[in-house]
């Protein structure tokens, strides 16, 4: 089996740019691996990579010191169905398998501000091993949010990896016909 | 006319494991028939297949012991309308027309927790030949029920076959142009 | 400038199946014709085509008497903003501007049944060149109509032409880079 | 790095043609900048183009006069997120940065009609240098609306970019696969 399949490296983020922090959100869609038979298996899922980078003056900020956070698609999944009073809290160990486990925390907080004018967007990453507490937060307006909600609905799926199933049709009229492979329809009369 | 005509096989599903069962949802999209004329029909119709494995284990599941179900475009239409007090229930005998009708029957059930944190999603499977049934049951929180509505609502048109109709014109400016078929259009304005 | 510019025909309609009539639901493209400059502008509006089929016998329907009406993407705008409670009323003179006008009277209703489980979704035909009346009704459930809405939200940017807009890059980084156009941005600057 | 790389040229707006004056939509799609790795970076942004047209007699409108005003994707977040009784107001100068800053002064406003059944779009431009204020309204309705609303969201992700995103991965399998780019997930586990 062929792995590693990837495509072009494309740079498009939304981002907020604010006081003490500029927030970026950008999709990394799942990558595939190719059987020996042809078809294709999700290797390792995509994900939505927010990234946060300190302010370091008037509308400049710290590549350098910039901290992500990758959602799976289920935490997308949260955020998409905040209500206009929701808050939702995210954790994750990025060490989580290793013998670092518990070492490094990172949470991200999304909560509505009290006048319903928004939400307050917060990432903190505690790390036992450097002895380092970071803390970044940007506030973002209901059109700021509503842009991250219809963006990550729109890659939601693409995240999945249903895009390439949805997409793959037309591919298969313009070169050589496949087999109909009708055993997954099959199966739920085959019991 | 050209039958069976099939893209490359893509595996790509949104999975939930819990402790009974896990659940583990893909569309399946339709199959086209090419005809003499060139133009596609739709020969097998799209799908989204819902598959349940029993837990047999700590994160392990029994993929023989599987059982599925398909869901119409229509029955898609009851789980993506679903408010969060509504339940609903689809019932398939996969052998409906044939002389084993009505001796197996699959029901998928989706009902609301009480605290309104998410759904309890299950399918039984009673089968009279067999002499067996089968029940599974997976628990599914706001975030995740999101994430299948979501990419549920994104994959219906692509289980009814628009996606082909909406992919295809920037194909036809690539390669030949062919003459525009007004009589649908006209059709209208015929009677 | 090149007109008729057309793609392969193809057949997915979405169909619900009832005791009086059948109703089909099916998005119809725009045309696009290629100006000298290389540009494409749209010809005729996409539609979105709604056919009724009238029954003559147990899931029969006489696909010779059948009516259609075929809604612009306003009037799909009307459909998927229909609340639960919404009806609304569509009216077409298909011989508008010519000297029939007025002959002929289509209008398309869609109205909630009273215990909100879904529409009665008629069609009435009204020809006084050839003295009939023609008269469709097709219920249809929640789940039905939420297909419908799924579907045609869906489809309405692609009837505007907008889906050729957001497929069109891609191509254009596989073939030869055009110079950018920055003439339509600049405009906002121009005055 | 290849600058100024674009695609074929569409024409596809959604207008509505009122009493006073005409408003049309279009998408404007960014253009990316592809750097000698290959990788595309956004170069100038998406935005969504509305132009106001002066009516000069029956369905006659003055394209000389046109006033347009390029929504940014967080301007498309605020009409796509309005509810039924909410207004906004969007305020532009499109000299911000010259040395005429503040002689322009371009401002939309969407305001609802006291009675539900749409909103007042208004385009106001004042140009302190050629001492001329010009004025556009054009009352649409709540189906009308509903058109621009879905066609916006539709947009967003494109003019944000991420449909480059989502439709690069086919082109990857027909292809010469690439390495895996892993360095952009394996930055959450990096610190």
Redesign the interface.
Known sequence: A?????????????S?FKGKAALSVT??????T?LD??????D?RG?M?FKFLPAIGERKYDNEKR????LS??????L??LGPQDSCDIF?D??MKSSNAGQ?R?SLSIKPHADGSGYLISLS?V?NI?KTKEYFTVPV???????MK??C??????I???????????????GQ?????SQ??D???D?
Request: glycine residues 6%.
């Open positions: 062929a792995k590693g399949y990837a495509a072009q490296r494309i740079f498009a983020s939304y907020v999709p990394v869609l799942p990558t595939f190719k038979s042809g078809s294709l298996v999700v390792r994900v990579m901290q992500m956070i990758a698609v289920t935490e997308v999944g949260s998409i169905s994750h990025p060490s490094v990172k990453v790390n450097l307006t209901t059109a700021e949010f509503s842009v219809t963006a609905s729109f890659a939601l799926p693409h999945l990896g249903w895009g390439r199933l949805t997409n793959q049709l037309p591919r298969g009229t313009e016909p496949s087999k109909v492979d997954l329809l199966l739920e009369w019991k």
